[in-house]
Structure formats: structure tokens, C-alpha cells
């Protein structure tokens, strides 16, 4: 058994195969976070290309509804609010529920997304319905435990994870760094399948100077620019403190954060010259991005990191701890600043250089979009069509005829 793959398929398609999908997830669209906006693409993507996806989610509220298109529609399950997330939920226990969902639909394979109670419900269901399954470890939650006085909890998460994770067939992750941690860790088949960008919609060109204007902002005072959770595991403050020592330097600077979460309030009241937009999406998000001049992402529990890639496209620099997208992606000192891992000072010195360096933020600029247009979502697309062809049940196959043909296929188990 592969202990970890390349972001494309070792296994050619010799032609092409459409699937019966079941994705579950316990967040997507219209939530705003990084794992439900590449689900939504990704999902739309599949369905656009011709194959059917029926897709398990927690009503997200008492105006929910499950929506519906040609080869698409929305399962909603019960669930409930996660604290301190109160625009997110988890979905409840549904193991028996999904069963008879999984037997009636009959899907050739089923992509559980997010690992909570729905998740482990969903894992459990294949099992009993002979139907192979494949992961996805899209989020550090052990991690976040360190930052929410959990940390007697980290081994008790950690241990769930993996647990849950080598009862599927393989589990994808989108950067190498974490595919090969995992590995190490003892999971047992892990693929890395890498993200997109839509260069069309991020792009230079959204530069908005009445935005700018909007801000109380000129064309030659430098913008800082954060995008994402403002919450103590995005590690927001260093953010802030490194825009502080860009100050001393700049006094005119100044810096945009773009988003929400349990530290905005504190933050914006300590804070009171830093200017809070709050959630952004579609072409707002895409003229804030192309609207600064730095973005500053010292965030160190991604798996990926999807603004690193949105800030790229959209022609900003970007300094980011070299792991997770940015460590794909960015160039040090060509298309971005890779500080070490966790190393606070070289975050604020490297972000100062480029702050006091116009002629060395225009040529990053220019490379980071020329990377980023690399990027594509039919790159994405393709990698997880190889996938599902490589696990699903075979063409017209039925739980007795999988079993057979597959006796060494690792599904899910109680």
C-alpha cells in the first residue's frame, strides 16, 4: 500500500468514468471559511463535468433550505452550533440515517469532508453498506487545542483523527508538509490533492480606488492587509504587532483585516485605528485583496491556506510561515517571504523589508500572479476523478460483487 502520493493520480485514465457521488460534510455554502468555499467550487466543478453528487450537510438554520440543481441535490441533517463558532455547526450522530440514505442512492463512492459526529456517522454507514470511502483531513483541529486552554485534549483529538481516517480507503490532504506529518503519524494512506484559484476573479485588476478612498486611504500610503478568521489560531495579534513595527517606519500605514470571529471585538476595542471590514465574498473579497499592498498571514494551523493562494492572484506579497500553501507556492524573496516556522521575529523583520521596499513588492507581485495562474481548479478536478476511480465500486457493481473483487481494499469499519 502507497504511503503517500503526488498531487496527480500515479494511475492513468484510460477513459473517462463519471461518478455517483456522496459527499458529507458539516460545513459548506453558504458558511464563510476556507473548507466550505473549495467544497462549494469543488462540488460544482464535478457536477459541471458531468457526474451526479448528492451532498449530506447540518441545516445551517431555521431559513435553510436544501437546494438543488441537474445532477446535484442537498441531504440536510440535524446538528447544532459549535461554541465560540456560532456561525458554524457539527452535525449530529446519523450512523442508522445514513445507512438507508447510502443503500437507496447507491453511489459508487462516498467523500466525507469534515470529521465531525455526521463524518464519523457517515464513515461508519459505508461500513455497513459495503460502499468504499474516502477521507479528507482539511483542517488542524488537534492544533487548535493549544489555543482554547484544551490542551489536555490534544491526544484525545489526535487519536480520533487518525483512528477515523485509517478506517477509509485514503485520505487526502492538500499540501505535501502535512500529507508526509500524517504519514509519519501512522495514517495509513494519505494522497496529497493541492487547491485552485480562479485568476479571473482575483486579479490585479480589481485594484479599487474608491475603496481605497472609502478607507481614508491615498494611492501612496501602504496598506497592510489581513484576510481570514480573526480567532486565536489564526494567530491574529503577531499580525497586528507586525504592523505596529511597520508604523515606526510608516507612520501613514495603514491596515485593512478582512473577517470575522471571536477575537474581533477585543482586537477592534485594543485597536481602535485599524480598520475591520468584516466577512467578505465573490468580487467585494477580490477588490480588498487587490486593494493592498502587503498581506500578512502568520497563521501556523492550516493543512493549505486558501488566501495565500487568493492574495497571489491577486497580486499582493505575501509573508506566510514556510509550511502549507505557502510553502508550495511562494518563493522566498521571488514571489512572497517564507519566515521559519513559528519564528516571530523573522515574520516582523521580513514584513518590514518589504514594507519599506516598492521596486522589491512589484517584482514579487508580478511572479506571485504568475504562479498563482498555474493554479487551476481542472487540475483539481482531474486529480479526484483518478481517485475516485481508483476506489469506487466497479461499474455496475453491487456490495457482494466489491467485496470479491476488492478483498484487500481498506473501507470503513466499526
Given at each position: 500500500?502507497?504511503?503517500?502520493?503526488?498531487?496527480?493520480?500515479?494511475?492513468?485514465?484510460?477513459?473517462?468514468?463519471?461518478?455517483?457521488?456522496?459527499?458529507?460534510?458539516?460545513?459548506?455554502?453558504?458558511?464563510?471559511?476556507?473548507?466550505a468555499k473549495t467544497l462549494y467550487r469543488m462540488v460544482n466543478d464535478l457536477v459541471d463535468e458531468g457526474n451526479e453528487v448528492i451532498l449530506f450537510r447540518p441545516k445551517q438554520g431555521l431559513k435553510d433550505?436544501?437546494?438543488?440543481?441537474?445532477?446535484?441535490k442537498e441531504i440536510l441533517m440535524s446538528g447544532c452550533r459549535i461554541p465560540m463558532y456560532s456561525d458554524m455547526r457539527f452535525g449530529f450522530p446519523a450512523r442508522q440515517t445514513l445507512k438507508r440514505h447510502?443503500?437507496?442512492?447507491?453511489?459508487?463512492?462516498?467523500?466525507?469532508?469534515?470529521?465531525?459526529?455526521?463524518?464519523?456517522?457517515?464513515?461508519?454507514?459505508?461500513?455497513?453498506?459495503?460502499?468504499?470511502?474516502?477521507?479528507?483531513?482539511?483542517?488542524?483541529?488537534?492544533?487548535?487545542?493549544?489555543?482554547?486552554?484544551?490542551?489536555?485534549?490534544?491526544?484525545?483529538?489526535?487519536?480520533?483523527?487518525?483512528?477515523?481516517?485509517?478506517?477509509?480507503?485514503?485520505?487526502?490532504?492538500?499540501?505535501?508538509?502535512?500529507?508526509?506529518?500524517?504519514?509519519?503519524?501512522?495514517?495509513?494512506?494519505?494522497?496529497?490533492?493541492?487547491?485552485?484559484?480562479?485568476?479571473e476573479l482575483f486579479h490585479p485588476a480589481k485594484r479599487d480606488r474608491q475603496l481605497r478612498k472609502s478607507w481614508g486611504i491615498s494611492d501612496e500610503q501602504l496598506t497592510v492587509i489581513y484576510v481570514g478568521?480573526?480567532?486565536?489560531?489564526?494567530?491574529?495579534?503577531?499580525?497586528?504587532?507586525?504592523?505596529?513595527?511597520?508604523?515606526?517606519?510608516?507612520?501613514?500605514?495603514?491596515?485593512?483585516?478582512?473577517?470575522?470571529?471571536?477575537?474581533?471585538?477585543?482586537?477592534?476595542?485594543?485597536?481602535?485605528?485599524?480598520?475591520?471590514?468584516?466577512?467578505?465574498?465573490?468580487?467585494?473579497?477580490?477588490?480588498?485583496?487587490?486593494?493592498?499592498?502587503?498581506?500578512?498571514?502568520?497563521?501556523?494551523?492550516?493543512?493549505?491556506?486558501?488566501?495565500?493562494?487568493?492574495?497571489?492572484?491577486?497580486?499582493?506579497?505575501?509573508?506566510?510561515?514556510?509550511?502549507?500553501?505557502?510553502?508550495?507556492?511562494?518563493?522566498?524573496?521571488?514571489?512572497?517571504?517564507?519566515?521559519?516556522?513559528?519564528?516571530?521575529?523573522?515574520?516582523?523583520?521580513?514584513?518590514?523589508?518589504?514594507?519599506?521596499?516598492?521596486?522589491?513588492?512589484?517584482?514579487?507581485?508580478?511572479?506571485?500572479?504568475?504562479?498563482?495562474?498555474?493554479?487551476?481548479?481542472?487540475?483539481?478536478?482531474?486529480?479526484?476523478?483518478?481517485?475516485?476511480?481508483?476506489?469506487?465500486?466497479?461499474?455496475?457493481?453491487?456490495?457482494?460483487?466489491?467485496?470479491?473483487?476488492?478483498?484487500?481494499?481498506?473501507?470503513?469499519?466499526?
Amino acid at each position: 500500500m502507497r504511503s503517500r502520493f503526488e498531487f496527480e493520480s500515479s494511475i492513468p485514465s484510460k477513459e473517462k468514468r463519471f461518478f455517483r457521488i456522496i459527499v458529507v460534510t458539516e460545513t459548506y455554502f453558504p458558511e464563510i471559511n476556507g473548507v466550505a468555499k473549495t467544497l462549494y467550487r469543488m462540488v460544482n466543478d464535478l457536477v459541471d463535468e458531468g457526474n451526479e453528487v448528492i451532498l449530506f450537510r447540518p441545516k445551517q438554520g431555521l431559513k435553510d433550505y436544501a437546494r438543488s440543481r441537474s445532477g446535484y441535490k442537498e441531504i440536510l441533517m440535524s446538528g447544532c452550533r459549535i461554541p465560540m463558532y456560532s456561525d458554524m455547526r457539527f452535525g449530529f450522530p446519523a450512523r442508522q440515517t445514513l445507512k438507508r440514505h447510502f443503500e437507496r442512492e447507491k453511489p459508487d463512492i462516498i467523500h466525507v469532508i469534515t470529521e465531525g459526529p455526521l463524518g464519523w456517522s457517515a464513515v461508519c454507514a459505508a461500513r455497513d453498506s459495503g460502499i468504499p470511502v474516502v477521507s479528507d483531513f482539511r483542517t488542524n483541529f488537534h492544533s487548535y487545542t493549544n489555543y482554547y486552554r484544551l490542551g489536555f485534549a490534544r491526544i484525545l483529538v489526535e487519536n480520533y483523527l487518525k483512528r477515523l481516517h485509517n478506517r477509509t480507503a485514503i485520505t487526502l490532504t492538500p499540501s505535501q508538509d502535512v500529507a508526509d506529518l500524517l504519514s509519519k503519524k501512522g495514517y495509513g494512506n494519505v494522497r496529497r490533492v493541492s487547491r485552485g484559484i480562479d485568476t479571473e476573479l482575483f486579479h490585479p485588476a480589481k485594484r479599487d480606488r474608491q475603496l481605497r478612498k472609502s478607507w481614508g486611504i491615498s494611492d501612496e500610503q501602504l496598506t497592510v492587509i489581513y484576510v481570514g478568521r480573526i480567532a486565536a489560531e489564526k494567530n491574529v495579534t503577531l499580525a497586528v504587532r507586525t504592523f505596529r513595527k511597520i508604523q515606526e517606519s510608516h507612520p501613514e500605514a495603514k491596515m485593512i483585516l478582512v473577517g470575522d470571529g471571536p477575537k474581533k471585538n477585543t482586537l477592534e476595542k485594543s485597536n481602535s485605528d485599524l480598520i475591520f471590514v468584516g466577512l467578505k465574498t465573490g468580487e467585494e473579497l477580490a477588490k480588498h485583496y487587490a486593494s493592498g499592498d502587503l498581506f500578512l498571514f502568520p497563521s501556523m494551523t492550516e493543512t493549505f491556506g486558501n488566501v495565500v493562494l487568493e492574495a497571489m492572484a491577486s497580486g499582493l506579497p505575501v509573508v506566510a510561515y514556510d509550511y502549507a500553501a505557502a510553502g508550495c507556492y511562494v518563493q522566498h524573496g521571488i514571489s512572497g517571504f517564507l519566515p521559519g516556522f513559528g519564528n516571530d521575529q523573522e515574520f516582523v523583520d521580513m514584513s518590514c523589508v518589504l514594507a519599506g521596499n516598492s521596486v522589491l513588492r512589484k517584482r514579487i507581485r508580478d511572479k506571485a500572479r504568475r504562479i498563482a495562474m498555474n493554479c487551476t481548479w481542472e487540475k483539481v478536478t482531474c486529480a479526484l476523478r483518478d481517485i475516485y476511480g481508483e476506489f469506487s465500486l466497479p461499474i455496475n457493481g453491487n456490495t457482494k460483487a466489491k467485496q470479491i473483487v476488492f478483498p484487500a481494499l481498506r473501507i470503513a469499519e466499526t
